[in-house]
């Protein structure tokens, strides 16, 4: 059966589409809870604070582009419409009641319609619900101790060397692998209580859409809840000393079922629960 040109060109726009649709979901789904070469949008979400987060960003992207362009088009209008050579008799104008009303009341209009939505995220970030789940992150020169209070279960997270990170059959990201990930159960609601044992960290985790600092004799605490099974990267983001960039943070998001033989296995001290790296064997403290 012969295909006419139309027919032909309709199919290869169909195939070129679905490529690329695959394409991106492949690299979207590659790209989920770690940073990508070439990035220049906000890190996949997994919470849905970071999807109010995200949104946000978006709008507010697309507003200061709106007003950026506008300020543009009134520059060029001026520049051509005003010069010298194309107005030798410029206007003796002074006032204009209408346009000095709108330049007042248009910006006015557009800072409450952000002020709205920012006020609406704030309390979303600092308003933490009942909590399925209390962790400790306290904050080392340069790692991280992660308490479980509830669960009597307490380990230190330390960035893997580039030798450790080489034996591994699927090696994490460079600077982000540790030996020990925070282990969370998926859909719960997590308390995270931050503080820091000798200066100033910063605990954040931008898939999550949180950042806190970590400060020694004062306890902070924000909270998420991951709605994506998965392992998510972070850093201490708070200049913390000469190693304030090997202080990695590892979350691996489970079903509630793994969660529980987590629990267990880490209590029973043995040296294969699921906060470690495939392919690594190291005793887990507790």
Not at 3 to 24: E, F, P
Request: overall charge neutral.
């Amino acid at each position: 059966m012969k295909m006419s040109k139309g027919q032909i060109g309709r199919r290869l726009l169909g195939l070129a589409v679905a490529a690329t649709a695959t394409s991106a979901c492949g690299t979207a789904s590659a790209e989920l809870g770690q940073p990508a070469p070439w990035e220049y949008k906000l890190q996949g979400s997994a919470t849905e604070v970071m999807d109010f987060i995200t949104a946000f960003h978006d709008g507010l992207l697309v507003v200061i582009t709106l007003i950026t362009l506008f300020v543009l088009a009134l520059l060029v209008i001026v520049v051509v419409k005003f010069n010298a050579k194309a107005n030798p008799v410029p206007s003796r104008t002074t006032h204009n009641t209408l346009v000095e009303v709108a330049w007042t009341l248009i910006p006015v209009l557009i800072l409450v319609s952000i002020a709205v939505p920012s006020f609406r995220l704030l309390f979303l970030e600092l308003d933490i619900p009942k909590a399925d789940l209390t962790i400790k992150a306290t904050g080392n020169q340069w790692n991280w101790t992660y308490t479980y209070p509830d669960d009597k279960i307490e380990y230190t997270s330390i960035m893997l060397t580039e030798e450790d990170r080489a034996k591994l059959a699927s090696p994490p990201p460079r600077l982000l692998g540790a030996d020990h990930a925070l282990v969370v159960p998926v859909n719960k609601i997590v308390r995270v209580q931050t503080t820091g044992s000798d200066v100033i960290h910063s605990f954040a985790m931008p898939a999550f859409g949180i950042k806190i600092d970590a400060i020694p004799g004062r306890l902070n605490e924000t909270w998420f809840k991951a709605t994506k099974l998965g392992i998510y990267y972070g850093q201490c983001s708070e200049l913390c000393g000469k190693d304030h960039a090997f202080m990695p943070i590892v979350v691996k998001v489970v079903n509630d079922q793994d969660y529980a033989d987590w629990k267990k296995c880490v209590q029973a001290s043995q040296d294969n629960c699921i906060d470690l790296p495939a392919g690594t064997k190291t005793k887990q403290s507790s």
